[in-house]
Nanobody, 122 residues
Framework: QVQLVESGGGLVQAGGSLRLSCAALGRTFSRNVMGWFRQAPGKEREFVGCINRSDYGTYYVDSIKGRFTISTDNAKNTVYLQMNSLKPADSGVYYC???????????????WGQGTQVTVSS
């Protein structure tokens, strides 16, 4: 069983930064791709970006390009989401998820974390 555990959420002012972590626990983690999604109250869960842990390739949605960076520390089985220049619109619950391919649709991701709350105040 693979368990994904997010951490690092919190309350931050607009323009500030946060770094989220997603640790993969359990048996050898074979999914090469880790994605980040977010969900604001009353809205659908949306794709933020993903990373291929083998070749370190990344993909981001346009709304966060240049502000967010996904990285991986494979020795620690941990993926990070560095979020800079945060806006109130970035608020929501952030989830990490694991998949075989870096795609933007939720159903491609097999394993999910429990989520961590990010709140950006204006």
């Amino acid at each position: 069983q693979v368990q994904l555990v997010e951490s690092g959420g919190g309350l931050v002012q607009a323009g500030g930064s946060l770094r989220l972590s997603c640790a993969a626990l359990g048996r050898t983690f074979s999914r090469n791709v880790m994605g980040w999604f977010r969900q604001a109250p009353g809205k659908e869960r949306e794709f933020v970006g993903c990373i291929n842990r083998s070749d370190y390739g990344t993909y981001y949605v346009d709304s966060i390009k240049g502000r967010f960076t996904i990285s991986t520390d494979n020795a620690k089985n941990t993926v990070y989401l560095q979020m800079n220049s945060l806006k109130p619109a970035d608020s929501g619950v952030y989830y990490c998820a694991a998949a075989l391919r870096c795609l933007t649709t939720r159903h491609e991701y097999e394993y999910w974390g429990q989520g961590t709350q990010v709140t950006v105040s204006s």
